[in-house]
T-cell receptor
Framework: EPEVTQTPSHQVTQMGQEVILRCVPI?????FYWYRQILGQKVEFLVS????????KSEIFDDQFSVERPDGSNFTLKIRSTKLEDSAMYFC???????????FGSGTRLTVV | AQTVTQSQPEMSVQEAETVTLSCTYDTSESDYYLFWYKQPPSRQMILVIR??????QNATENRFSVNFQKAAKSFSLKISDSQLGDAAMYFCAYRSLGSGGSNYKLTFGKGTLLTVNP
C-alpha cells in the first residue's frame, strides 16, 4: 500500500537554527498538508498546499515557516529560526481530493534545545 | 469555525469487551466528513473509520463502528471485542466538503486515551 514517507524520524536542533523536515507524498496525490502535535496535545493544522501554492495556513504558520515542493516529489517544511516551543511531532499528509481520505506519514519528532 | 470535542480524556476497557468513545462537533455546514484516527505509542496517525455526513447509514469497519447522530452533532466510536492492540490515543476529526484545498484541512479533538486491560 502506498505510503507517505517522512525524514528524519527524529531531529534535535539548537534554538535559533534552521531545520527542514522532508516528506515524500503518495505519487498521485494532489493535496499536501503539514500538521503539528505538541506532546500530550491535539493535532493542529499548519498549512495546506495545492497546485504549487499554499491554499490555507493557520495562525501557527507565521513567517518563520515555509513550505516547498522543489522537485515534484518532495514536500518540505522549513522552520527558519527554531524556538523551544517548536518542539513537537510534525506530520505530513497527502490526499487525492476531497472524496478521498488523508494518508499521514509517520511523523518527525523535532526537539529544540 | 468548526470545533470538535472529546469529553473523555481517558477510557479503559477489559479485553474482549466493548467500549464507546464519544465525540461531538459544532458546524454550520450540512455536508462534511468525520473521522476517527488511532495514534498508538509509535505516534503514527492511522485512519480507523470515516463517515460521510450525507450518508444516514453508520460506517462499520470490522470491530469498529460509529453511531452518527447528525442532528445532535454526535459521532461516537464503538470498539467491539477489544484487543490489547487497540490501546492507543483516539482522535475524532472533522473535515469540510468544500472545493479547493483550503477546505480539506482536518480539525481534531483533543483525543481519548484508551487502555485495554488483559
Amino acid at each position: 500500500e502506498p505510503e507517505v514517507t517522512q525524514t528524519p524520524s527524529h531531529q534535535v536542533t539548537q534554538m535559533g537554527q534552521e531545520v527542514i523536515l522532508r516528506c515524500v507524498p503518495i505519487s498521485n496525490h494532489l493535496y499536501f498538508y503539514w500538521y503539528r502535535q505538541i506532546l500530550g496535545q491535539k493535532v493542529e493544522f499548519l498549512v495546506s498546499f495545492y497546485n504549487n501554492e499554499i491554499s490555507e495556513k493557520s495562525e501557527i504558520f507565521d513567517d518563520q515557516f515555509s513550505v516547498e515542493r522543489p522537485d515534484g516529489s518532495n514536500f518540505t517544511l522549513k522552520i527558519r529560526s527554531t524556538k523551544l516551543e517548536d518542539s513537537a511531532m510534525y506530520f505530513c499528509a497527502s490526499s487525492r481530493a476531497s472524496l478521498y481520505g488523508y494518508t499521514f506519514g509517520s511523523g518527525t519528532r523535532l526537539t529544540v534545545v | 469555525a468548526q470545533t470538535v470535542t472529546q469529553s473523555q480524556p481517558e477510557m479503559s476497557v477489559q479485553e474482549a469487551e466493548t467500549v464507546t468513545l464519544s465525540c461531538t462537533y459544532d458546524t454550520s455546514e450540512s455536508d462534511y466528513y468525520l473521522f476517527w484516527y488511532k495514534q498508538p505509542p509509535s505516534r503514527q496517525m492511522i485512519l480507523v473509520i470515516r463517515q460521510e455526513a450525507y450518508k444516514q447509514q453508520n460506517a462499520t469497519e470490522n470491530r469498529f463502528s460509529v453511531n452518527f447522530q447528525k442532528a445532535a452533532k454526535s459521532f461516537s466510536l464503538k470498539i467491539s471485542d477489544s484487543q490489547l492492540g487497540d490501546a492507543a490515543m483516539y482522535f475524532c476529526a472533522y473535515r469540510s466538503l468544500g472545493s479547493g484545498g483550503s477546505n480539506y484541512k482536518l480539525t481534531f479533538g483533543k483525543g481519548t486515551l484508551l487502555t485495554v486491560n488483559p
